[in-house]
């Protein structure tokens, strides 16, 4: 099966290193061949497939070497570099039915740190992700702390091995679970009335408590 010949002549990069790569899209289409700049951005490839295919750039997947390439990494351009006879696999989204406004991008789903975040957490986030492989939700529970907690739990873990060489592991654990218990009852505003009525004044009770008292007022005026 011959494939057909794309030679692009205006791409946002340099073309001393042109390469050749295969374009295979998903489906019944006949694969392509594409010169390309060895580096490329991708959102620049993206761009340049969906014209020549006429396609949808907002809907293109690109996969290179089982990887999916995106856009920008850290809010930087991500750049992708070719070598001459690669392959590249371009996915089609399906478009939503016509009246329902569904967003299965994959990447909605997934832990994103917030614009105003520091560079430095950044980069950690980048090498934690894309480096490490961590899951989304352990980084959420890393990036969601703060710097005080850490703290806190350096030190915990600091004290855990002194108080088993005392014997004191036990009391250690317990001591800790009623400081969380303590440090995560909050306090109440003024005129707040707490769920228990034994901490109100005069055992005021909450408008709507069912107990004893209410069951027995409730069978005697016959609202039972």
Known sequence: MEMEEIVEEETSGKHENMVEITVKTIGPARPSRLHVPSSIKVLDLRKLIARKNHLPVENLKLILQ?????????????????????????????????????????????????????????????????????????????????LKAWALIILWFTLA????????????????????IFLNLGRRQPGDVSAYSIFNEDFRELPGTLNADAIDRDIRTGQF
């Open 66 to 146: 089982g990887k999916v390439l995106h856009d920008s990494e850290d809010e930087d351009d991500s750049y992708v570099r070719f070598n001459d006879g690669d392959s590249l696999i371009v996915a089609v989204k399906p478009k939503a039915p016509v009246g329902l406004d569904i967003d299965d991008d994959d990447e909605d789903l997934k832990f994103q740190l917030p614009q105003s975040t520091s560079q430095w957490k950044r980069k950690l986030y980048s090498f934690l992700r894309n480096r490490m492989k961590l899951p989304d939700i352990v980084l959420m529970a890393i990036f969601s702390l703060g």
């Open 161 to 180: 091995p002194i108080a088993h060489k005392l014997d004191l592991g036990p009391l250690y654990i317990l001591g800790t679970g009623f400081c969380l």
